[in-house]
């Protein structure tokens, strides 16, 4: 039978997953594909003959050895092409995220390489105080010399916003933290990274102070704080 | 290794250390302050054959920055105590956030011991942990341990026995390459400061900082903009992310959980759901409050008459008249007598608080009440210490150590004596039942309403001096809720109830001799008569009162003995004028309506008793219970002058 996603989208899935709930589930792997359940089963069952992954029946699904370095792999091919694309390219998330999630799976092994060549060349013409990348933006800030016009600018991904604006039991990805660099250090300490993710559980009499669920516990911020926390939604 | 071996215990807040700690070192327990600070620190020693050991108990904390004072006690301690090993305790339903401190600690290069505490909690959440493989990961044993049970005790203690056969964690973390190089840099040019590749990151991320060290600074600055330029990131949270990548690589392998998770963990919640709602969290938290005053006060306060009316009957006892005993019944006897008095109010706090501490709920109360008192310039916390001022000012104050802040333990200090405490109440009655015959109540609840409101300007007047860029976050984690220990509140409220004793005693029984002295010398004369010293004193500091309306030296002579507990100026004004019905009358006759009025503020505001300043200075420092004393005795003498003159001007005298 013929799958609705490669066996890479799969693992990287799984894997992804695993780092952010701690254990898998089939019904998170059909939602976060959009597919439906029964596919997400019949596609694990053909990763399981290939010893990809370990999942039983109502169970969890875990990533075997193998798997786990199929999908370790195929992620860093996608976030260095995603980085490509955003960063250097200057492509608009959504797209730079949707193309890397394609070309990781054909993408030639020199490619790649010549991708990570590019980022260290980068690094090193900074570092002799020759900034190309933010040339490269004020390039395309100039828009009229871009030939053709085509290239969509950089701009912040427009759903960033402070987690006190927040809504009640939505998931969203820590993006950065600001603040006082005391409150700082304290969130950073307590789990509140870029990249995690958190959730509004509850609030207080007024309004506020909130009652946030991170990294598996919970945590009480004030408006102030959680204005600091830049948030997306997950 | 030598027959002496130091044991610091480290370990987040609510992980269940307090219990390991008291397991491990049962009653042999030194309580004290750290040196320069006031927080409590504890020590324990137990020997064991040949070897005695001495363990330290950490403040609990998340991290370690110099930027708390509960975290940076815990690294001085840890960089410059020299402790032998740290015992890393670890809420084994919390990997993720416990292991980061254990990274952090470990990263000091400093030898570990492990210990995955209430692994029965997590067990009940559906979580396993494989410390077969964690300790095959970092070469060094990984325990599990029920401290509240003790479980597992006998394994960690034959881990400390042969704790000269532990190495080394083998395993760590690896940041990226800029800031690798940065830290081998600062280790090689400054092997002084950069003690370890902890102390490297932390010099490097800015979270210690090293006054003085002009060059360092320079050098932490160069390296720091560079790694944010090549890595466009902040440091700060390059570095905390690493870490946390670290904990997730080792949770991958060795925590496993299980689909029933949510099931488990639901108790919490379910509990939340009424606990912590928006509309039904503060009538319960107002519930519980109420509760708990009326355990502490309305129980406590039976047993506190008990024991006043024993030193009462057992001063009755010492026969004869002379100075000598005046000297047992009015210095000694009373004495000692003001320092038990305190014991079973304080006793009932201390249990009651380590009941809400363990159980979950003080936090969550703190959560409930924040926003109101967050206005108010204060802590979420500080609702419990300054409600209890209501009942008595000692406990109240001793209370400010549940907050986790300095400068909110501070404030709230320094607030509370404005709280109209019950040893007010007697002299409001007295006054407002003599000259405001219909409007009693009025004025008790006008009293009571202005106390309220000059502790609030306290605090906000010293915040605005003392600590303006202070932020005290309520950045607090909600722990899940667990049936308290009645044994470990019954060994906290021992405990906080002896440093009272012990540390407040001598100078509340000090105080009170110095009264007696003042009150009985030169010898002969009539106890507190005109012709006594404090006589003396208060004819000739009664004049500075003239403005405010009451110029007696009566009136200050029963100020003075107001230092010893307020409810004092009523019986000093009875001795004075020779019984209730001739007080009564007297001063009826030596007071107006206005001045009786002025009185009453300058009773309230002024120092609430010599016990409070002993615990001021106790819980944070003398230099505050100065500062105190001159904020109560000045405000409540010019409010009382404002109130009289003020009065007096609208024809009110």
Redesign the interface.
């Known amino acids: 039978m013929v799958l609705s996603h490669t066996a890479e989208d799969y693992l990287e899935q799984i894997y992804l997953l695993s780092l952010r709930l701690g254990m898998v589930k089939t019904s998170d792997i059909a939602r976060e594909l959009g597919v439906r359940t029964p596919s997400v089963i019949s596609a694990l069952k053909l990763l399981k003959n290939r010893n990809l992954v370990h999942y039983e029946r109502y169970g969890a699904v875990t990533l075997s050895e193998k798997g786990l370095e199929r999908a370790r792999d195929v992620y860093e091919r996608h976030k260095t092409i995603y980085r490509f694309l955003r960063f250097i390219l200057g492509i608009d998330d959504e797209i730079a995220s949707e193309d890397a999630c394609g070309m990781e799976h054909f993408v030639s092994p020199k490619t790649l390489a010549a991708m990570k060549d590019f980022f260290a060349f980068l690094a090193w013409k900074k570092s002799q105080g020759l900034d190309i990348q933010s040339e490269l933006r004020a390039f395309r800030k100039r828009g009229s010399h871009i030939p053709g016009g085509s290239i969509t600018m950089t701009s912040e991904s427009p759903e960033a916003q402070p987690l006190s604006a927040g809504k009640d039991n939505v998931l969203y990805t820590i993006v950065k933290l600001g603040g006082e660099r005391g409150v700082k250090r304290r969130l950073l300490d307590m789990g509140v990274i870029p990249g995690e993710t958190v959730k509004i559980q509850n609030r207080g009499p007024l309004g506020f102070p909130l009652e946030i669920v991170i990294q598996g516990y919970v945590l009480t911020l004030r408006k102030d704080e959680a204005e600091a926390v830049t948030v997306r939604e997950a | 290794m030598s027959r002496n071996v130091t044991i610091a215990v480290a370990g987040n807040p609510n992980s269940g250390k307090t219990s390991l700690f008291n397991k491990l070192t049962g009653s042999n327990l030194k309580v004290g302050n750290w040196p320069g600070v006031t927080v409590e620190k504890k020590e324990g020693t137990v020997t064991r054959g040949e070897r005695t050991f001495t363990f330290v108990d950490l403040p609990g904390t998340?991290?370690l920055?110099a930027?708390?004072i509960d975290e940076r006690i815990a690294m001085d301690f840890l960089t410059s105590g020299s402790p032998d090993a740290v015992i890393v305790v670890m809420d084994s339903a919390?990997f993720?956030?416990n292991f980061?401190?254990f990274t952090l600690i470990m990263e000091m290069g400093l030898k570990v011991i492990p210990v995955l505490n209430m692994s029965d909690m997590a067990t009940k959440r559906g979580i396993t942990l494989h410390t077969d493989r964690l300790s095959a990961i970092f070469g060094i044993p990984f325990l599990k341990t029920i401290a509240s049970k003790g479980k597992g005790m006998s394994g960690l203690w034959r881990v400390l026995d042969n704790i000269e056969n532990v190495g080394l964690p083998t395993h760590r973390p690896v940041y990226q390459a800029p800031i690798e190089t940065a830290v081998a840099r600062l280790m090689e040019a400054f092997p002084n400061e950069a003690k370890s590749r902890f102390h490297a990151l932390a010099i490097l991320d800015?979270?210690l900082v090293i006054p003085g060290n002009e060059e360092l600074q320079g050098m932490v600055a160069e390296l720091g903009a560079?790694i944010e330029?090549?890595l466009?990131g902040e440091l700060?949270?390059l570095i905390?992310?690493k870490r946390?990548a670290f904990v997730?690589s080792i949770?991958?392998e060795c925590?496993q959980?299980?689909?029933s998770?949510e099931q488990k963990a639901a108790v919490t919640d379910r509990i939340?759901r009424f606990v912590?709602?928006?509309?039904l969290?503060?009538p319960l938290f107002l519930l519980a409050m109420w509760v708990m005053f009326f355990l502490v006060f309305k129980v406590g306060n039976p047993f506190a008459d008990l024991i006043d009316a024993g030193f009462g009957a057992l001063s009755a006892m010492i026969p004869g008249h002379g100075l000598v005993t005046s000297f047992i019944q009015n210095g000694l006897i009373s004495g000692v007598g003001a320092i038990l008095v305190f014991v079973p109010n304080i006793f009932i706090l201390f249990f009651l608080i380590a009941v809400m501490e363990d159980s979950g709920y003080l936090?969550r109360a703190a959560?409930?009440a924040?926003?109101?008192m967050?206005a108010l310039g204060l802590h979420?916390k500080s609702f419990i210490p300054m409600l209890l001022g209501f009942g008595c000012n000692i406990p109240a104050i001793m209370a400010v150590r549940t907050l986790e802040n300095r400068k909110d333990r501070v404030l709230t200090a320094m607030a509370i004596p404005y709280m109209s405490c019950s040893a007010r109440l007697p002299v409001y009655l007295l006054f407002a039942g003599i000259f405001f015959p219909r409007s009693e109540a009025t004025v008790v609840f006008g009293l009571y309403l202005l106390g309220i409101i000059i502790a609030v300007i306290v605090a906000r007047v010293l915040r605005r001096a003392f600590f303006t860029k202070a932020?005290s976050?309520?950045?607090?984690?909600?722990?899940a809720y667990h049936v308290p220990s009645l044994k470990m509140a019954t060994r906290s409220a021992t405990l906080r109830t002896g440093f009272f004793i012990r540390k407040a005693g001598t100078f509340i029984l000090g105080a009170v001799i110095a009264v007696w002295l003042l009150a009985s010398l030169p010898a002969g004369v009539p106890y507190a008569s005109a012709q006594s010293l404090i006589g003396h004193i208060g004819s000739f500091v009664a004049p500075v009162f003239h403005p405010a309306g009451f110029g007696s030296w009566q009136a200050t002579v029963a100020l003075i003995f107001g230092f010893l507990a307020k409810e004092v100026v009523v019986g000093t004004f009875g001795a004075l004028y020779g019984g209730q019905a001739a007080m009564t009358h007297a001063l009826a006759h030596s007071f107006t309506t206005l001045s009786a009025a002025s009185f009453l503020v300058m009773t309230l505001v002024y120092i609430p008793c010599v016990a409070t300043i002993a615990i001021i200075r106790r819980e944070i420092g003398s230099r505050w219970a100065a500062l105190s004393v001159a904020i109560s005795l000045s405000t409540g003498y010019l409010l009382a002058v404002v109130v009289f003159q003020v009065g007096h001007l609208l024809g009110l005298g």
């Open positions: 998340y991290g920055s930027r708390s919390n993720n956030r980061y401190l800015q979270s560079e330029e090549q466009d700060d949270e905390a992310e946390y997730y949770a991958k925590v959980r299980k689909l998770t939340d912590t709602n928006r509309y969290g503060g936090s959560f409930v924040d926003r109101v967050h979420g932020v976050p309520l950045v607090m984690e909600l722990p």
